[in-house]
């Protein structure tokens, strides 16, 4: 989710003016807002922003920066808060109506409550009973002269306070704070300097209940508690800690995240002091915000988009970029959760032009066979069911405009009702039909154990290339097969075969003019320490390029660097005759020397029966990603993100 911007939300409704009980002051050189009454302006539905959602995110942080005089009250002032809808109580036999958001709420109980003997930075926490807060307030945030505090309702709606001390806060500085809310803790960042951090008993709940609530932005909706101070920035950024996003800065106390377009012009100089703005001055050179639209009014204007890390410059009609911040990733978040109809092998996602976003799942289970899923808005939706037979991989590729899925049988199919002694199998090629919206039969091809396939093209012609695993149960040196599409009979038929010991994987890659294809070897029927062969293309066919010590090998995976080329191995396990296995080992990454024209080791990561290594890029940073299967003990394993 992107980052809402609550300041802006009310204060850009009508550009053309402030809003009511709002006035634009200049503090060194640096606008905010000042709130002079709790006008309802200032307040809006959380529907209108986080829109369909019914629960407050259970992880998020939030971005204030403000300014507050040191002779600030000792009262609670909030910055924000999220109140319940009010409810009218009758009392009396008059029939006499009092809202429930009327009384004290009791600041001065909670104010006695709390012990003055922490030290500087030191954190506290504390629930309060109070009637009203426990009827009205599902959220907030308020500062003291000494204290910043983070309230929510909390189980058996419960009032409870985060509160950090000695923030030093109240000094008439700018300060820019992030207050991030995570699972197993609550960080609170000021000027980008180290956090202070609460370890709470209990997490934010994961089921705060928002409906019918509103936003009330600089208050509570109420007089008292209004907040004092000067506004700059106040943003919510669900599901992410922004601090990283605005930290470093070259200027942290007023390091923004998105700050309202017309607080983040460029001020009138020539003031001494504090002073009232009343007009947008054009002068202004930097729009500093999420979004920002271009038109020809703003030719030549500059927008800085913090998310992006971002500069800009508006041509009349789009935003041309000056200066941009590549992408980086964070962390990664659930999507979806697929029930699948049996232990699921491999999945294979793909792109079919009209269609959209495909995934073939391989599944194990003969009787339901394997799964084709569509992408919709609301995630992978059951689309086609294929008939498998102890399918272990699927693998897509497409021929000019035809566009085929070629599954690994493993379990024979009905061919073995007529020979259950037989120990081949057969492996299915479909091809998408158009006209049916479906994938249809197009040729079978016999297999052994198939574990993988990989289609690849050299001077336009087009293979595949099956990595067959073993024939019958104990005979792993066999060969696996490259087959070549011939035009004449429209089939594919045997190009080559090439001696393999238990082959889990190929890999195909071109470098240059060069192209290749890697074998995964596991096993030779005694040992998985065995060569895997990494074979390149001559005068039609593959030869013998170098050879590497695997052990149980299940995948490699190319990737490459700049102009640098890599070679990254899954070793499964050791083993050897009887001697027992071992499960954590390392897994290896290969580099091309160039001169020596050969693979040489680059790195060594241990991992746990690896079975895949994926790689991919964001902007300018490169990942790989391991699946662990196994340590000896257990399958509950992490699988591991390298950056």
């Given at each position: ?10 204060l850009e ?39 369909n ?29 999220l109140?319940?809808p ?20 009791l ?22 009973k109070?009637?009203e ?7 907030g945030?308020?500062f003291s002269?000494?204290?910043l ?15 950090f ?8 500085q ?9 699972l ?13 951090e609460?370890?709470p008993s ?10 019918g ?8 909706g109420?007089?008292k ?28 106390q ?24 009343t ?7 930097v ?20 998310l ?28 979806q ?22 995934a073939?799942?391989?599944?194990r289970s ?10 919709s ?17 699927w693998r ?17 199919g009905?061919?073995?009702?007529f ?18 919206k ?22 336009r ?12 149960n104990n ?15 429209k089939?594919f038929e ?40 990494i ?28 102009s ?52 991919f ?27």
């Open positions: 989710l992107l980052p809402l911007d609550l300041l802006s939300f009310v409704r009508d550009p053309s003016k402030l809003v009511p009980g709002v006035h634009m002051k200049q503090a060194g050189g640096v606008r905010g807002v000042h709130f002079s009454s709790p006008h309802t302006s200032m307040s809006f539905p959380s529907s209108q922003l986080l829109v959602c019914d629960l407050f995110p259970k992880e998020f942080s939030i971005v204030v920066t403000l300014k507050v005089t040191p002779n600030v009250p000792k009262r609670n002032e909030y910055i924000f808060s109140m319940e009010k409810k009218v109580e009758k009392r009396g036999v008059g029939g006499k109506e009092e809202e429930n958001n009327k009384g004290n709420i600041e001065r109980n909670k104010e006695r409550g709390t012990s003055g003997e922490e030290e500087h930075g030191e954190k506290e926490k504390e629930r309060v109070s009637n807060e426990r009827g009205r307030i599902i959220l945030l308020r002269r000494k204290r505090h983070f309230l929510f309702r909390g189980h058996g709606g419960v009032v409870e306070h985060w509160g001390r000695g923030g030093r806060l109240a000094d008439n700018w300060h820019t704070l992030v207050l991030a809310i995570g197993h803790h609550v960080r609170l960042t000021v000027d980008c300097r180290p956090p202070l609460i370890v209990r997490p934010f709940p994961s089921d705060l209940n928002i409906q609530s509103r936003f009330h932005i600089g208050s509570r109420r007089w508690g209004l907040y004092s101070g000067l506004l700059r920035q106040l943003v919510l950024s669900p599901g992410l800690d922004a601090t990283h996003h605005i930290c470093p800065s070259s200027d942290p007023l390091a923004a995240l998105s700050v309202p377009p017309f607080l983040s012009d460029l001020p009138v100089m020539g003031r001494e002091g504090d002073g009232h703005l007009s947008y001055e054009k002068e202004e050179q729009f500093v915000g999420l979004e920002q639209s271009c038109s020809e009014q703003l030719q030549g204007q500059l927008w800085f988009n913090p992006r890390k971002g500069l800009y410059l508006c041509d009349g009609t789009v935003w041309i970029a000056v200066l941009e911040d590549h992408k980086r990733l964070d962390y990664v978040l659930e999507q959760v697929l029930t699948t109809s049996s232990e699921t092998h491999d999945v294979e996602v793909f792109q079919i032009p009209g269609m959209g976003l495909m073939a799942m391989a599944h003969t009787a339901s066979g394997s799964a084709v899923y569509l992408w808005h609301t995630g992978f939706q059951l689309y086609q069911n294929i008939s498998t037979y102890e399918a272990l991989a897509h590729f497409s021929m000019g405009k035809k566009i085929f899925l070629v599954v690994s049988n493993s379990g024979g009905p061919y073995k009702h020979n259950k002694e037989s120990e081949t199998d057969f492996s299915v090629i479909y091809k998408w039909s158009k006209k049916r479906r994938f249809v039969r197009f040729q079978t091809l016999q297999t052994h154990c198939a574990r993988d396939w990989e289609a690849f093209n050299i001077n012609q087009t293979y595949l290339a099956v990595a067959n695993h073993r024939q019958g005979n792993h040196t066999i060969d696996s097969v490259i087959y070549k599409w011939n035009r004449l009979t089939s045997i190009h080559q075969m090439l001696p393999t010991s238990g082959a889990y994987d190929w890999e195909f890659f071109t470098v240059g003019p060069y192209h290749f294809l890697v074998v995964a070897n596991a096993f030779d029927g005694v040992t998985t320490s065995v060569d895997s062969v074979y390149v293309w001559v005068s039609g066919s593959f030869q013998v390029f170098q050879t590497i010590k695997t052990f149980c090998a299940t995948d490699w995976e190319m990737f490459q660097i700049g640098r080329v890599f070679l990254v191995v899954a070793n499964g396990h050791r083993l050897h005759g009887n001697r027992p296995s071992r499960y954590a080992i390392n897994s290896t990454i290969y580099e091309l020397d160039m001169n020596g024209q050969l693979f040489v080791r680059f790195q060594d990561i241990v991992t746990y029966s690896a079975v895949d290594w994926e790689f890029s964001l902007g300018e940073e490169y990942f790989l990603v391991v699946a662990n299967s196994f340590d000896g003990e257990s399958y509950s394993l992490n699988s591991v993100l390298y950056r």
